[in-house]
């Protein structure tokens, strides 16, 4: 008879795959309720479990407990019994963190949407009444929206822009979406010549003026209110950015590509990060998850790859040059294309 020892297991074990996949829900939910009992802000010094059950009214010993997890987490430390947020965590996880965001703590609504899920996937989403491009930011979440773009993505666009060969040579550029104006301004500061249009939603332009007085860079930055789709936005403009600010349909899209491109003169550069997502929409991860829930949420979005996004830019006179990937949360695209010359073959 057959040693059990001597038995070669039919299949590899795929268990320990699919309990991790499971426990994501159990380490999101600890990682929620900690933000919403404000706990790491509570734990810029360290304390007992004790003592922070009396802060959060909790009970000691199950707060030992979920202590101890938020520790395996690595999102607190540990030591002679007392708990700390670590200290290059703490402006990301405390409620007075310089980059903390509260899309951390999911809202009531998109809890309900991700709990409800088998249910919205059979009946179908509540449509929302505007694109996601007319949502608004207030003065708060776009300061911390500037800050984090600060921690290195906008001057690692900044520097792809101003190696172009067309960039010292550029007059006038616009960007659209810009909020905080941080793009345009640090493009300014490169160029001594070049004048900075942000145009962005009505409600928005006295935010950008705020910074664009703060970097003093008032004689050839300014802001501009208006309807990315709708509205005309003047002409003969050198270079156009969009930003990771423009989510809506398809259809939007294009008639905002066609706009872009009858502000640009030809030869006009314009310059995309947009989040990605492959051709055939099996990944990325985050970038799947994001789409989804905008679609469950009734969002009007669509994410688009980077071939929709090179096909949606041919169409509107558009011949895309270069490209490259941004390994961010949810991975992004930069996409650099030039608007055709119909006087040049």
């Given at each position: 008879?057959?040693?059990?020892?001597?038995?070669?297991?039919?299949?590899?074990?795929?268990?320990?795959?699919?309990?991790?996949?499971?426990?994501?829900?159990?380490?999101?939910?600890?990682?929620?309720?900690?933000?919403?009992?404000?706990?790491?802000?509570?734990?810029?010094?360290?304390?007992?479990?004790?003592?922070?059950?009396?802060?959060?009214?909790?009970?000691?010993?199950?707060?030992?407990?979920?202590?101890?997890?938020?520790?395996?987490?690595?999102?607190?430390?540990?030591?002679?019994?007392?708990?700390?947020t670590p200290a290059d965590l703490y402006p990301f996880l405390a409620d007075d963190g310089l980059y903390y965001s509260k899309q951390l703590l999911l809202s009531k609504e998109e809890k309900r949407n991700w709990l409800n899920l088998k249910e919205i996937l059979i009946h179908g989403p509540q449509e929302k009444e505007k694109p996601d491009y007319q949502y608004f930011y207030d003065r708060k979440s776009m300061e911390l929206i500037a800050r984090s773009t600060l921690l290195g993505r906008l001057q690692k666009i900044l520097k792809i822009v101003i190696a172009l060969p067309e960039f010292q040579a550029a007059r006038r550029l616009i960007d659209f979406g810009g909020g905080h104006g941080l793009f345009g301004i640090g493009l300014a500061q490169?160029?001594?010549?070049?004048?900075?249009?942000?145009?962005?939603?009505?409600?928005?332009?006295?935010?950008?003026?705020?910074?664009?007085?703060?970097?003093?860079m008032e004689k050839r930055v300014r802001a501009v209110s208006g309807d990315y789709v709708k509205d005309k936005q003047g002409a003969e403009y050198?270079?156009?950015?969009?930003?990771?600010?423009?989510?809506?349909?398809?259809?939007?899209?294009?008639?905002?590509?066609?706009?872009?491109?009858?502000?640009?003169r030809p030869g006009g550069i314009f310059i995309i990060q947009a989040f990605a997502i492959k051709a055939d929409r099996t990944g990325p991860l985050n970038s799947l998850l994001h789409d989804l829930y905008k679609k469950i949420a009734g969002r009007n979005m669509y994410m688009m790859s980077s071939?929709?996004?090179?096909?949606?830019?041919?169409?509107?006179?558009?011949?895309?040059?270069?490209?490259?990937?941004?390994?961010?949360?949810?991975?992004?695209?930069?996409?650099?294309?030039?608007?055709?010359?119909?006087?040049k073959s």
């Open positions: 008879m057959e040693k059990l020892t001597d038995i070669k297991p039919p299949l590899e074990d795929k268990n320990p795959f699919l309990r991790d996949l499971a426990a994501n829900f159990k380490k999101g939910q600890v990682f929620q309720t900690a933000l919403e009992l404000d706990v790491f802000t509570k734990l810029k010094t360290p304390m007992t479990a004790e003592a922070i059950s009396r802060e959060t009214g909790t009970d000691p010993v199950l707060t030992g407990r979920f202590l101890d997890v938020l520790v395996a987490l690595c999102l607190l430390a540990k030591n002679d019994g007392a708990y700390v490169e160029n001594p010549y070049l004048e900075v249009v942000i145009f962005d939603r009505p409600g928005m332009a006295e935010i950008s003026r705020e910074f664009i007085g703060k970097y003093g050198d270079i156009a950015l969009e930003i990771l600010s423009f989510e809506s349909n398809l259809d939007d899209v294009k008639q905002f590509y066609q706009n872009v491109a009858g502000c640009l071939g929709e996004i090179r096909e949606a830019l041919e169409d509107a006179g558009f011949e895309a040059e270069y490209e490259t990937e941004f390994h961010d949360a949810i991975p992004t695209q930069l996409i650099i294309a030039r608007k055709k010359d119909p006087h």
